[in-house]
């Protein structure tokens, strides 16, 4: 059941989306959010690394996590879409579905390491969506990793299969895709400035003393 805002002609669409905005942060699991604090910093306490997983927006995001767990965590962290070449190589010759999964059997992902999934539904076999997703997943927890991610929709195989998950709330279903990549980025955030996984002092907030 969706909890739809006053219609467009009542209210600027500007003010309808940032209303919603404020809707999703109110609705956000804070027990699965602190759970996904809980097994990042377990993951780096017993000296594992962090792969970062995402398609699309959610590759972008993916990147831009990884400098903040190396610089403000003190992660070991990779994304695979960071490296273009080895990214499209793998998808001429072996195909989109196994280039994530090829790609950590690459890394020799093991039990220490950690799987940080961004994505809008969280990867479906059956309607071959994301299906690199699944198969990353799949691999990861034969290795033993953990399996962390934010996610929208109803999480699809990686809310079923992950040790700790976000799901981004759903509350207007024609913006599923914009606010599930951009509470990646808030929830990530609140990663990295927690207190269970901070290390580092940044920038502008060492400019304040």
């Known amino acids: 059941n969706y909890v739809f805002i006053l219609h467009q002609t009542t209210m600027s669409f500007t003010k309808q989306f940032l209303a919603e905005v404020q809707q999703v942060t109110a609705q956000l699991n804070e027990a699965a959010i602190e759970k996904c604090a809980d097994e990042l910093a ?13 398609v699309g927006g959610s590759a972008g995001n993916a990147g831009h996590a990884v400098n903040d767990f190396r ?4 992660f070991e962290a990779y994304a695979p879409t960071d490296n273009v070449s080895e990214l499209t190589a793998r998808t001429n010759d072996e195909g989109w579905a196994t280039v994530f ?31 690199n997703l699944v198969s990353a997943i799949q691999l990861a927890k034969q290795a033993g990793a953990s399996v962390i991610g934010i996610v929208g929709r109803d999480g699809g195989y990686t809310a079923k299969e992950a040790t700790a998950c976000v799901i981004v709330p759903t509350v207007n279903p024609a913006h599923v895709t914009p606010h599930s990549e951009a509470f990646q980025a808030v929830i ?15 920038k502008w907030e060492s400019q304040n003393k």
Do not use: M, Y
Not at 42 to 54: K, Q, S, V
Not at 106 to 128: M, T, Y
């Open 42 to 54: 377990a993951i780096r306490e017993r000296g594992g690394r962090l792969f970062i997983l995402g």
């Open 71 to 74: 610089k403000i965590c003190g």
């Open 101 to 131: 999964s090829e790609w950590l059997k690459g890394s020799r992902i093991n039990a220490k390491d950690g799987l940080l999934i961004f994505s809008v539904g969280g990867g479906n076999l059956e309607k071959n969506v994301s299906p």
């Open 188 to 202: 990530w955030h609140l990663f990295v400035s927690h207190p269970k996984l901070k290390v580092a002092q940044t």
